[in-house]
C-alpha cells in the first residue's frame, strides 16, 4: 500500500466469482472516502464500491473462471488526500 499499512485486502472465492473486501486498519472507525474495485485478466471490469465508509469496502465480485484477477485500492485521508492509491497483482489464476 502506498503511504504505509492502511488495510487489509481480502480474496474469495466461490468457484464462479472472486470476491474482494477491503477492511480498514488506518482511519478505522472514521469515515473516509474509500474506493475499492476488482477486474480479471479477460478485461472484464468487476463491481466497484466507493463512499464514505468507517470499516471497510465491498463486496465487490467478478467473473474469475479461467482468468487471473486484480483489485484497486484507494482511500483519502481526513483532509480529502488521498494517500493510499494502490493496485494488486494478478492472482487467483
Known sequence: MS??????????WDGTKNCSVF???EYAGTKTWTNLSI???????GDH???YF????GPV???GVG??????VAENDLNGNQFVNWMSGNHGC
Open 67 to 72: 482468468v487471473c484477477v486484480s483489485e484497486f
Open 23 to 25: 477492511v480498514k486498519t
Open 61 to 63: 465480485r467478478v467473473n
Open 3 to 12: 503511504g504505509g499499512e492502511a488495510g487489509w485486502l481480502y480474496d474469495y
Open 49 to 51: 464500491d466507493y463512499g
Open 54 to 57: 468507517t470499516t471497510y469496502a
Open 39 to 45: 477486474h480479471n485478466s479477460a478485461g472484464v471490469s
